[in-house]
């Protein structure tokens, strides 16, 4: 990405210039404050120790970028150059206390088969039927292939069927096994919205870490309105002179108010 390309997005007070180490040295830097849509700023940073163009003080190097994010509107984008060659490699990501960015991915959560919307009995239960009554014939009824509980509301009375998960013993006989043996949950997409912020006070960051298995929901929800969020992950860690925290906020239908607060 080129000056020429950054000054099509800048915004006031675009470009900023700064004279660095005053009479003594001759290094001086420019930045550019682009305004982007959201997703799109790392396409605007350029490589480490590459060289360009400035209107004002001619060939640059690029130096280092600051990113940030205005929660359901745009991206910010600083990029500095300077004019004394830092060397080539990565750029520096350069950040100030509150510095924040959000990022969404999609996940899985388990839920119980039982909760699925087709569910039916017989995919996780064994059907089984007594054997030790004068006359009983094993006959599968029914009701076998559409009911979604185990409860027993037929005109079949309980004593001559059940459902189970496990061998009723010598009086019971297996008429029908599960269809889907094993199967006990199924995956669902799961929304996971990613908060990072920047901080000098560690105590500040590290307080991040206090919000995990709280139901909070996040700045930026990325458009998800009706799902619950849960804090399921927080780290900290040191990022040059600052304090980087990472919150995970994972969303479901429902998160239990028993369980989580």
Known sequence: MS??????????????????GGASSDEQEV???????????????PNGGSSDTD????????????????????????????????????????????????LIDTDTLEKPLENHPDYETRWNYDLYQRNDLNGA??????????????????SDPAYVYQWAKSNLGDNWTCI??????GVEAYLVPSPVVTYRFWHSDKSTAEAALETVGTKTDPGEKFGYTTEEWLVTRAHVEPD????RATVEYTAADEWDGDLYT
Do not use: M
């Open 3 to 20: 000056i020429a390309t950054a000054k099509q997005h800048q915004i006031p007070p675009s470009p900023s210039y700064t004279g660095i």
């Open 31 to 45: 930045t550019y404050t682009l305004q982007l849509s959201i997703g799109s700023w790392t396409s605007y940073v």
């Open 55 to 102: 209107d004002e003080l001619g060939t640059v190097y690029f130096k280092a970028y600051r990113h940030r994010t205005v929660p359901g509107q745009y991206e910010l984008l600083d990029l500095t150059y300077s004019t004394v060659q830092q060397g080539g490699g990565a750029s520096l990501s350069i950040h100030f206390d509150n510095d924040e960015e959000y």
């Open 137 to 154: 014939v094993p006959t599968t009824p029914g009701w076998h292939s559409s009911a979604t509980d185990t409860a027993i509301t037929n």
């Open 176 to 181: 029908q096994t599960r269809t889907k043996p």
């Open 240 to 243: 040059g002179k600052h304090w």
